[in-house]
């Protein structure tokens, strides 16, 4: 929770001065240290899964967190891995949800 301002109507504040979703520089970002501690906890029940496809959104934390988790299939010349909008929860008008 960032206290996003809301506006007289309920919405929140769509100000990119006021509102931390709005902001440039979170375009696409990143996992951070706790998205990535959480992605690897995911690797032992991964590891027990046999997928032959990953299908992530092209989100870059989305990306991230399946290559996290399913370490051991990225790059193993077997497994296929597709990154689609269709796999995207929103399309938003943060700017955290925006593709680069």
């Given amino acids: 929770n960032f206290g996003v301002a809301v506006d007289a109507t309920g919405n929140p504040d769509q100000d990119p001065r006021r509102n931390p979703y709005m902001f440039p520089e979170v375009l696409d970002p990143p996992l951070t240290e706790l998205g990535r501690k959480q ?3 995911l690797q032992p029940r991964a590891r027990q899964l046999k997928p032959t496809l990953v299908v992530v959104s092209p989100l870059l934390r989305a990306t991230q967190t399946a290559v996290l988790a ?31």
């Fill in 39 to 41: 992605a690897q906890a």
């Fill in 70 to 100: 399913f370490q051991h299939l990225y790059g193993d010349g077997t497994t296929k891995w597709v990154a689609t909008d269709l796999m995207r929860e929103t399309f938003g008008v943060h700017v955290c949800d925006q593709r680069r």
